[in-house]
């Protein structure tokens, strides 16, 4: 699998898990993991890494718990299809509690929160040139 050669653990203090399941999320949100598409197996991650497996299936089980993923009894663990388009009041609400907590996650790792919006604006009207 693609994925499991592009992951990289740092030594920043972040726990793994939440490294792991950063990571993940990056992916889909890039393309390189796709709606259907299946995860390197629990075990397949940990040995690559050289981590515990209970530390990857922390990871898994986040990703499950926030919808991204998908786990099939005796199949594995798939990307999730994406949830529908929120509607208006409820679209407004969860962009708020997502800017806050984007804005909060910057401030403690120390990034300016104009330069963040300005570079998340940019990444946004690549994806959409992309489309």
Known sequence: MQILAALRLGDTGVPIYVQLREQFLRAMGQGLLSAGDQMPTMRQVAVALKVDLNTVRRAYDELERAGAVV?????????????????????????????????????????????????????????????
Do not use: C
């Open 71 to 131: 786990l099939v009894r005796g199949r594995g663990s798939f990307v999730a299809e994406p949830p529908p388009a929120l509607q208006d009041h409820e679209h407004e609400r969860e962009t708020d509690n997502l800017a806050r907590q984007t804005l909060a996650a910057a401030a403690a790792l120390g990034v300016d929160a104009l330069a963040l919006s300005q570079r998340i604006a940019a990444l946004a009207a690549q994806k959409e040139e992309v489309r």
